[in-house]
């Protein structure tokens, strides 16, 4: 078997037990080149009048190589492809770190309403002032929320929030002269892989630093790293271990004290809405995922969005474009950089992900701020309560209660032969969604949990009962359970070895079932 | 509250089982000056389905959608019809509400879609391999340019004089920082060629966008053939991708990356967002080694069936962290779906077909609008977007003609600043636009002019 770097089986045991395919309800479904033919189309547009082209040589000779379908293929072809998803609406979704909630309908349907849907980021701003308003009044909540001084808009998902906010502060850096001399980010062992990529790509040294026993930044050794060549600390809190950081005040007071600035990663702001602010924390920067809090859908990976608010230290340095009120009362956009001699520069083409932002807006004004802060608490009380009923049959990695997640390690698991990839996937046959495994890398084979606000009392009950069960059997020795897991899933265990080491990243003809 | 499941006495009962009195006794790690005791009470209480969309009616009727009269904007986001189908299947939930697909087994609805979305963006721009997203063109170009550099081991980067220059802005904001050198020639129409002069031994890559941000359609061979011979790399941007049903797709003209906008292929204009980047490259270890993002590849399972993942991780921030190519994570996903479910949809057939329409209607209007007193035609050779001399600023006929309920396009000083190129006006047009759109505009522009 192969393993990652983590210790994580990336090449199963072969096995000749397939699940049954091919039935009325499980539809096999070949790939779209194989059901498509190149002379098909499923559009029908105005006819061509015939006239010549102005491209000369530069016109395509050859055919495109796509295929096409008519409208009832391509209805039958995605909607089949469709089953083979797990998802929120099918079921708990409990991805520690990706705050996997329901995504409410109306905004959907606000978000396609043609005034937003249907206007280009271009047109003249006399003619998209309700846009602008709205962006305005998603800044307000977002601002409210975070009691910051101003929010950069236009980043398009967490890892752009980042680095808008790690830009920021670089060019701080730089307006007093000091660029030459702080290089360095402190960032915890615990931290999302995008917090040291994102420092790394703004040309800062990464300088890790361990969690202590308590899955908590490690005190003495944040003070010994501190120096005059550090730039910031990029902290997430809650932490990714689902823990709250308490000496987050006295961290960012030391870090400003030597002259660096704060970071927050804000993917677990679902934890802390109406019950603390992160001004009051003292963070500089923080982005937040529009995605994960305010339940714009993760759409099998995107897209996001990473509004960034930023403390009055930074709030000079924000990227353009952004809306300022006018002499008149009307908005404007501010897009030349000419206007905004302090900012860091673009960070994308256009505005910001104005899709995201109406969705992101309509969750919060059905929540109001009441609905905002029991949000959170309905969060961190559900796992909590998950925990509780879990934790002896599990093995919690940390004692206490826990933030809006609780983080697991492999100690239950020992001697039994079975690893935390085969319990998630055992998980599946038991018809659930795995944990986030593997993450945070400060606990081994851990499984990080978060159920979210919208899940009811009847389903976390049922979770944490299948949960127990399989903690016990894996334990009693029921091994093949796990190792051969999943055998209910349309398909069992990727190879993801062969994957990598021989990549077929398009169809081919003559690869096929290869 | 409609959104939140838990009734009071459930959260009495889970209190009880967790062994606490009150769900702050959750929270007393915070610290206590931090602690908000009343709450976020200055913003507005809950809301009911109906207020909040009364309110969302209340803000988008103060803009004015394409759709409801003829509209002529492009520069990076164009207007095209999208099938109906293809909204409903995006907001199928099993699409719409599944996470990035970490767990293959039960994801390969998405993973497939990938594979083949990367298959069709491969196909149109004739390139070897894709990725599975980037966030929009722009950053695709950014990170093109990233990963030139790595494959290079130089830091030179030369942008041709007519990138978008929201592209060419992005692109310096995201590469600076890694001791990338942009140069950049001042913008003037037909000069893009140019760059060949400036390629030499430290050149890591030249950026060239065709159609350019004037719509010039640019002949990339001879720049292919000088970056190559001096080692450097031909980054092809595209910010218009049904282009590519008609023109010469850049990996037929030498290209060695290409960064592009797909928004055109299923995505609507949303005001800039969310729009999904193409990032495409030679089909060369070296280069997909060096590659940002996702990539979904095939593979079996462990009973021999065929199936799809997420695969080449190692470049990825969750494994490499700070030795990442790119610290992108989540990307495009619904969008790309949106893209390549369109482009299903038309096929080949149906790709070129809308191109040679979106072209004769763009020529269609640049005759008429070019036939008006003292208007010139900048750009001859164009695709479905060209570039007027108006001989007055264009910012203010594009107000007047906005009052009069025509969105005239994107005057040049829209996206380069007041003072150099304010009498210039950009113009698209596309299959939405029908022909007597056409005569509108051209009757008002000149009535507008005279
Ligand atoms: C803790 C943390 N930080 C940052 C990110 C990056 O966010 P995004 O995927 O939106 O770029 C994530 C989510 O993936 C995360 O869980």
């Known amino acids: 078997m192969s393993m990652n770097a983590k210790g994580r089986p990336t090449k199963p045991e072969t096995s000749n037990i397939s699940p049954q395919f091919g039935s009325a309800l499980l539809q096999e479904e070949g790939l779209l080149h194989e059901v498509g033919h190149c002379d098909k189309t499923g559009v029908d547009m105005e006819k061509l009048s015939g006239r010549t082209s102005r491209l000369g040589y530069l016109e395509r000779s050859e055919a495109t190589g796509m295929v096409g379908l008519s409208e009832p293929e391509a209805l039958r072809h995605y909607v089949r492809l469709s089953g083979r998803n797990y998802a929120i609406d099918l079921g708990l979704y409990p991805l520690g770190s990706c705050t996997m909630k329901h ?54 998902a967490g890892a752009h929030g980042e680095m808008c906010g790690m830009l920021s502060i670089r060019e701080a850096i730089l307006a007093k002269g000091e660029l030459e001399q702080r290089r360095r980010v402190l960032v915890p062992q615990s931290a999302h892989g995008t917090n040291p990529a994102t420092a790394a790509a703004c040309g800062f040294e990464i300088d890790e630093i361990p969690a202590n026993a308590e899955g908590r930044v490690d005190w003495d050794v944040f003070c010994s790293r501190l120096g005059p060549d550090v730039a910031a600390i990029m902290l997430t809190n809650p932490n990714t271990c689902g823990l709250f950081e308490p000496d987050i005040r006295k961290i960012a007071d030391l870090i400003h004290e030597h002259g660096g600035y704060f970071y927050c990663d804000g993917a677990n702001l679902n934890a802390i809405m109406g019950k603390c602010r992160v001004n009051d924390l003292g963070v500089d920067a923080m982005h937040i995922n529009l995605h994960k809090t305010f339940s714009t859908p993760h759409g099998g990976g995107g897209p996001g969005a990473g509004p960034t608010v930023l403390s009055s230290r930074l709030a000079d340095f924000a990227p353009v474009p952004f809306v300022k009120t006018g002499k008149t009362g009307k908005l404007q956009l501010v897009e030349q950089l000419n206007d905004a001699p302090d900012s860091f520069g673009r960070m994308c083409a256009f505005h910001g992900q104005m899709g995201m932002f109406v969705r992101a807006l309509a969750y919060m004004m059905s929540h109001g701020g009441d609905g905002l802060r029991q949000v959170s608490e309905d969060a961190v009380l559900n796992a909590n309560y998950l925990l509780a009923r879990i934790k002896d049959h599990l ?120 | ?58 803000l988008a009727a103060k803009n004015i959608n394409a759709g409801s009269v003829p509209f002529f904007c492009g520069a990076g986001a164009y207007r095209h019809h999208i099938p109906a189908s293809v909204d409903h299947l995006i907001q199928r939930s099993e699409f719409l509400t599944a996470y990035t697909p970490y767990q293959p087994e039960i994801a390969q609805g998405t993973l497939q879609t990938l594979f083949e979305f990367q298959t069709q963006v491969a196909q149109i721009t004739g390139m070897g391999i894709a990725n599975a997203s980037m966030y929009d063109g722009s950053t695709a170009c950014a ?234 035609l900048l750009t001859p050779m164009f695709f479905n977007e060209f570039t007027l001399r108006l001989p007055k600023s264009a910012h203010e006929v594009v107000e007047n003609l906005a009052k009069r309920g025509i969105l005239a396009g994107v005057p040049a000083s829209r996206l380069f600043g007041e003072g150099i190129m304010d009498d210039l006006l950009i113009v698209a047009a596309t299959e939405t636009n029908s022909d007597i759109q056409l005569s509108q505009f051209a009757t008002a522009l000149a009535e507008e002019l005279s």
């Not at chain 1, 049922?462 to 398909?491: H, I, M, W, Y």
């Not at chain 2, 009195?21 to 913003?43: H, M, Q, Y």
């Not at chain 2, 069936?305 to 991780?313: A, H, P, Y």
């Open chain 1, 395 to 514: 093995s919690p990695a940390f004692s206490g209660t826990c933030m809006h997640e609780a983080l697991f390690d492999d100690e239950f698991l020992k001697g039994s032969g079975v690893t935390t990839l085969d319990f998630a996937k055992a998980l599946i046959d038991e018809g659930y969604h795995p944990m986030t495994m593997y993450f945070p890398l400060v606990v081994h084979g851990a499984l990080l949990i978060e159920p979210t606000e919208t899940e009811s009392l009847q389903s976390l009950d049922a979770f944490a009962d299948t949960l127990c069960e399989l903690a016990n059997a894996a334990k009693s020795g029921d091994q093949e359970r796990f190792t051969q897991a999943p055998v209910k899933a349309p398909l069992r265990r990727l190879d993801e070895t062969k994957a990598a080491r021989h990549p077929v990243l398009r169809f081919q003809e003559n690869l096929q079932n290869t």
């Open chain 2, 1 to 58: 509250m409609r959104y939140l499941p838990l009734l009071d006495e459930d959260r009495a009962h889970m209190l009880k089982t967790i062994g606490v009195d009150s769900v702050d006794d959750l929270f007393t790690d915070i610290p206590k000056c931090a602690r908000l005791e009343n709450g976020l009470d200055k913003l507005p209480e809950h809301a009911s389905e109906p207020c909040v969309e009364q309110h969302f009616s209340e």
């Open chain 1, 103 to 156: 995504n409410p309908r109306l905004n959907e349907k606000l978000a396609r309403i043609p005034g937003f849907a249907d206007i280009h980021p271009l047109q003249p701003t006399s003619t998209v002032q309700g846009a602008l308003q709205l962006m305005e009044e998603l800044s307000h909540w977002l601002l409210e929320i975070t009691g910051m001084q101003t929010v950069a808009l236009s980043p398009k």
């Open chain 2, 143 to 376: 990170e093109a340019v990233l990963m030139a550099a790595r494959i290079t081991r130089r830091s030179k980067c030369i942008l041709a004089p007519n990138l978008h220059p929201h592209y060419a802005q992005t692109t310096r904001t995201l590469t600076h920082t890694l001791g990338i050198g942009i140069e950049q020639a001042a913008t003037a129409i037909g000069a893009d060629t140019d760059v060949m002069q400036q390629i030499d031994d430290e050149t890591a890559c030249i950026v060239v966008q065709s159609p350019n941000v004037f719509g010039e359609v640019i002949d990339l061979r001879a720049l292919a053939d000088a970056a190559h011979a001096k080692g450097a790399l031909l980054i092809a941007v595209n910010t218009e991708i049904v282009s590519l049903g008609l023109l010469k797709s850049p990996g037929e003209m030498g290209a060695d990356i290409v960064a592009a906008e797909g928004q055109s292929i299923g995505n609507s204009l949303n005001f800039g967002g969310p729009y999904v980047g193409l990032l495409a490259c030679r089909d060369d270890k070296k280069f997909i080694r060096q590659a940002p993002g996702r990539f979904a590849g095939q593979t079996l399972d462990a009973a021999g069936k065929r199936g799809f993942v997420l695969t080449l991780s190692t470049r990825e921030q969750h494994i490499r962290r700070e030795k990442a190519t790119s610290n992108i994570c989540t990307n495009s996903g619904l969008c790309t779906l949106a893209f390549t479910i369109h482009m299903a949809l038309l096929g080949d057939v149906g790709f070129r077909h809308l191109a040679k329409l979106n072209h004769q209607k763009a020529c269609d209007l640049a005759d008429q609008l070019s036939a008006i007193d003292k208007v010139e």
